[in-house]
């Protein structure tokens, strides 16, 4: 094997024993994090993070995550929230009520 | 093992011999993994960052509704939702947005008597102490926030509420630069003052926090609609699951990084086609060298097997040297452009700390999107080429 192909080789090689050493490490940190009780987050219960207010993921359950931009407009807001939470599996209640099969 | 070790060395020499072939195929998947890894590893950091606060969020919020919209929800309804069965607490929360120093942070503010809430515990403090039940006005802030409004821990901080009023507030702790993601943007006080803060009614929160027993999670999710069913019996009320925040979350970073991904798709399909046609002028260049190694006993098998070597070497390298530039975009640089789209307007806020996941699932995937298309994109041209007769191949080249 050439002095060149070595090198080639070589480099290769410590190319992806830093992707992969990065890689475990930063897999080592979440779980690290992820097991370790977080007392703030437990204490305020927001559930989303710092990240843009006003924008598809602000910290307001649900609603503002799914309905940026369109919020106040006449017809234009995120009517499937309306009456109840779109993708949960139970009943919820509405205005609607069945008497003998007649509505 | 030896004639392996021969055409992998052929290879390795066709790798170096095809000088512009090699540069511009590694030039082009460098290019697309580097992208495509970089957004990839800040889309899973801010993904583990949205199911790490939802880990912590409480099983079900309760909140107002009135003609469609958003709205406080009544504090009556607090002794209806804790005799809900296996509700183990019940916690009204009142938070919301204020536009303070020209930038909109949120104020928290917390029942601090509160069964969730452990005042021994550890907070993520930089410096100060975590709220005094015993005080009023105290706030802890957000690392983002001290630096916005120039502040440390003992200093008064006024601020005009919603009704226009000023009130004043002590700084009695900063959340620490780790937890910034969480408290960067945020101003936590107790719920009293929060209260006064956004000029709420004495009968009204901004949602209620519900917390039922810890079961399995087989049965948690069943229990938990069985209340949320029981709970949305309240007129004006609207219940979230925390299963349905975690979908939300997922599909907000999903959405996000698909505008990526569909750049990178484009990239990547542009690159197969390039590699494609480096693969079939190479091969033109090369039919003497093909009809020479078949005189001299190579196989077409030993011709499309050096092709495929190659290929795959040069996609190893361009995968491995695309997701270090990846890694170092992100980590050392801070990922500029990319970290403006994917965190909105927390790039507001300073010294913001970007959450990386170099998760071993991207970088696996990186590694095969950058040589599994380059092996089908050579392996046609090569066949072509080593099917052809010696004679003829070496005529047609000289020709």
Known sequence: ?103 | MSRFKNLFNYALNCIQRYRIRTAVVLICLVVSSAVFSSVAFIEDGLTNEGELSLKYSPDLTVQGVESGRLTPVELRYLGYIQEAPSVTAVVPRIWGYANIGNTLLVVVGIDLSNPTINFAADYPLESGTFLNPESNNSVVIGRGVASLLGVGVGDVLTILTESNQPRTYIVSGIFNSESSIYSGDMILMNLKEARTFFNLPEDKVTDIMVYVSNIDAAQKGALVNLVAREISDLPNCRVVTKNLLLQAQEAAYGDRSGFFSVVWYVILIAVAIIAFNQTVVVGHESKFEIGLLKAVGFSTTDIIQVRLVESLLLGTIAGAVGLAVGIFYDSVLGAPMVADFMMGWATLYPNFTIPVAISLQTVLFTFTITIVPLLFATVIPSWLNATVDPDIAMRGARA
């Open chain 1, 1 to 103: 094997m050439t002095m060149r192909n070595t090198t080639l080789l070589l480099t290769t090689g410590v190319l992806l024993a830093i992707v992969f050493g990065s890689s475990l490490l930063s897999e080592m940190s979440w779980s690290t994090k992820q097991s370790r009780s977080d007392s703030l987050r437990q204490a305020v219960g927001l559930p989303s993070i710092a990240v843009g207010n006003l924008n598809p993921m602000a910290r307001n359950p649900g609603l503002e995550m799914l309905c940026p931009g369109l919020y106040d407009s006449p017809g234009g807001y995120c009517y499937y929230f309306t009456a109840g939470t779109y993708p949960l599996n139970f009943t919820i209640n509405s205005n609607e009520t069945a008497t003998d099969g007649i509505k």
